[in-house]
């Protein structure tokens, strides 16, 4: 995938806000299959070098458990609240906490492209009273852990290991 226009991305910032950071690929994928995966959040670590434990599930208010493993940086755990949900289009939840001080909604898309094919749009947006350091501290090695979790979820569907429907 060429990397995403600036409208694309433009869009994106307009949706989750400024301090947002996020990566996309095109999957070789139906887009029914790959909200699949997704939706399956207590599978994630099967193939997911983002996200070493998950637990629950996407249902609008419920928490979620989790401990991610962003390159350069210790493992996180910590748990979610699902904020927003349109099966087979998006998912997004917000992490628990001070909001005001910190506050992180990840958020993942799905859209159908042509011929059988899918995009995967996943990221996190940052704000609170500290969101604006946090964005600058710590965009790059959240993207790279986004980046990750995509080029695996590409790897799985594509090699062709993802569940037929």
């Known amino acids: 995938m060429s990397p995403p226009s600036p409208d ?14 996020f990566h996309a690929v095109d999957i070789d994928a139906p887009a029914q299959a790959l909200w699949r995966e997704i939706e399956a959040f207590e599978q994630w670590p099967q193939w997911n070098p983002l996200y070493t434990r998950a637990s629950g599930s996407f249902t609008p208010g419920a928490t979620l458990g989790f401990t991610v493993a962003i390159p350069g940086m210790p493992e996180h755990t910590g748990q ?35 011929s059988g094919r899918s995009r995967l749009v ?3 947006a940052m704000g609170g009273l ?17 980046q990750g979790m995509n ?12 569940a037929d429907g």
């Open 122 to 124: 996943n990221g996190e």
């Open 151 to 162: 080029e695996a979820l590409k790897a799985r569907l594509e090699g062709g290991r993802a």
């Open 80 to 114: 979610a609240q699902v904020v927003e949900l349109q099966p087979g289009q998006c998912v997004s939840y917000r992490m628990l906490g001070r909001e005001w001080l910190t506050r992180a909604t990840r958020f993942i898309e799905v859209s159908e492209l042509d």
């Open 130 to 146: 500290l969101g604006p350091l946090l964005y600058l501290g710590f965009s790059a090695k959240i993207r790279g852990g986004l």
């Open 8 to 21: 694309f991305e433009a869009s994106l910032r307009q949706r989750y806000g400024r301090f947002s950071t």
